[in-house]
Nanobody, 116 residues
């Protein structure tokens, strides 16, 4: 069983930056994909980006050029660096891991609010 815990959310002004971190624990020998989704009020949960097991990283169009996903193997974390934040980035951000048989694991979510 995998446990995911997000941290780093908060309130930031437009144009600012935030860094989210997702820590994984539990029994998980490998993963297929590990990344981030977000859900704004009234909207469906949408993909932000993810890293696959071979190290390739994919981003949603809304995240390209502003967001960066990175993995720290030693710490078992995946981080989401968000720059040039916009009010429309306001959402609950969820960490997601798909294990080697494509089971989904979710963190509890962390709120990101972009507002002046």
């Amino acid at each position: 069983q995998v446990q995911l815990v997000e941290s780093g959310g908060g309130l930031v002004q437009p144009g600012g930056s935030l860094r989210l971190s997702c820590a994984a624990s539990g029994a998980w020998p490998s993963f297929k994909a590990w990344g981030w989704y977000r859900q704004a009020p009234g909207n469906q949960r949408e993909l932000v980006g993810f890293i696959v097991s071979d190290g390739d990283i994919k981003y949603a169009d809304s995240a390209k050029g502003r967001f960066t996903i990175s993995r720290d193997v030693a710490k078992d974390t995946v981080d989401l660096q968000m720059n040039s934040l916009k009010p429309e980035d306001t959402a609950v951000y969820y960490c997601n891991l798909k294990d080697r048989i494509w089971r989904n694991y979710w963190g509890q979510g962390t709120q990101v609010t972009v507002s002046s």
